[in-house]
C-alpha cells in the first residue's frame, strides 16, 4: 500500500511518472521511472519521448539485470535529451548513441567496466557520475580526460579508480568536491593540484607506499584545501610492515571535520597525533584501524563530537572529560574484547548518545554512565543491540 501511494503522489507532483508501457506521454512526461520487469516489454514498442529528461529504473535486487545490447540502443534512442541517467539496477553496456547524449548531467550505471572509457570526456554537462563495476580487477582505470569536465562535481566508483595525469597544469582547477574512491598511486601532485577543490576524498588500496611519503604520498594531501571528508582504507590482509601516521599528518589536512580510518593497525599510541587536528568533530575508527589491547590517549581531541570503534582488539580504555571535551556520540561496535566504557565520560555535559552493538561486556558500565549522568540531571540515550533480554535467551 505504501509503494502504491508514494507512486500515485510521484506522479501527480510530476516528481516522476511510472506509466504503463502504452500509456506513456511524450508530451507532459519529462520524468520517467520502469520497473527493470516491464522495460523489456516497453522499449519493444521502440518509443520516442524527446520531452523525457530523467529515465529511472529502480529495483530491490542487489545483482544488476542483463541489459542487451539493442535495448541499450534503444534507451539512447527514445530519450535524446536525456539529463538524468539512473539504472544502477541494470548491467549497462556502452554503446556509439551512448556517446552523443551530451546533455547527461547525471550518470548512475552499472556493468562489467573495466576502464572508463575516453568518449565520457565528451559529457561537457555532467556533473555527477557513479559507476558500479562487477570486474574482478583492483582497480578502475580512467581513460577518460575528466580534468576538461569543467562541471563535474561528483565522482563515485565502488573500486578505486585510477586518475590519469591533467594534460596541462596550468589552466582552471577542476570543480570536483567529491572523489569516492581513489588509487593511493592516483594521489600525485600534479592531480590533487588539480582536483583542489575536493570536500570529499575516499582512498583505498595499499597505505604502506601511500603514507611512507612515496612520490610524495601523503605530503600531496596539502594541495587540497577544502578537504573536509577524509577516508583511508588499507586493502592489505597480512602487512609486514608497520605503518605509522606521519608526524605531519595534522598540518596535511587541517581542515578535515570528519576522518574514517579502516584496516590502518596503527598502535594506539599514535592516535594522540589526531588529537592536533583543531577541526575533526567526527573521527571513526573500523575494523582493526588501531591495534592494541590497551588505549589511554595522553592529549585532548578538542572538538571531536562523535566518535566511532568498530572491530576492535580493544580490552581496556582509559578516558575522560579532558580528552574529550565536547563528545555527542559514542559508538562502539564488535569490541566484543572491551571491558568497559570510562566512567569518567560521565562528567562530559555534552554527552547524548551511546550505541552499543555486539559489545557485550562493557554494557554495565555504560549503564553506569547513563545512571552517574542522570543523577547528574543530564540525559543519556543508551542503545543496547542485541537487546538484552534477546542475548540471554541465545545463551
Known sequence: ML??????????????????????DPDTCRRLCIQPSNLSDFLSTAPVAEHVRSFYC???KQKPIDLSAN??????????????LDV?????IFSKDFNQLFHLRYIAISGDFKALPPTFGKFWNLQTLILNTSTLEPTLEVKAEIWNLLQLRHLHTNIPAKLPSPTTTTGKPSCLQTLSMVA???????VLAKACNVKKLSIRGQMAAFLGAYKGGINNLEELQCLEHLKLLNDVL???KTLHLPLAFSKLVRTVKKLTLTNTRFAWSEADKLGKLESLEVLKFKENAFTGEFWKPM????????????????????ASDYNFPVLRQLVLISC????????????????????LDNTSKAVQSAKNVRDSKTSKSMKLKLSIFPPENESKVAQ
Open 238 to 240: 597480512f602487512i609486514n
Open 58 to 60: 529502480f529495483s530491490s
Open 71 to 84: 535495448e541499450t540502443k534503444l534507451i539512447h534512442k527514445a530519450f535524446p535529451l536525456m539529463r538524468v
Open 88 to 92: 544502477e539496477s541494470l548491467k549497462f
Open 299 to 318: 592529549s585532548g581531541f578538542s572538538a571531536i563530537q562523535v566518535l566511532w570503534i568498530e572491530r576492535s582488539e580493544l580490552e581496556s580504555w582509559e
Open 336 to 355: 566484543d574484547k572491551l571491558d568497559a566504557v570510562p566512567l569518567e565520560l560521565a562528567d562530559i555535559p555534552s554527552l547524548q548518545e551511546m550505541r
Open 184 to 190: 593511493p598511486e592516483s594521489c600525485e601532485k600534479d
Open 3 to 24: 509503494y502504491q501511494f508514494c507512486k500515485k503522489e510521484a506522479s501527480n507532483k510530476w516528481l516522476f511518472q511510472e506509466p504503463d508501457q502504452s500509456k506513456l
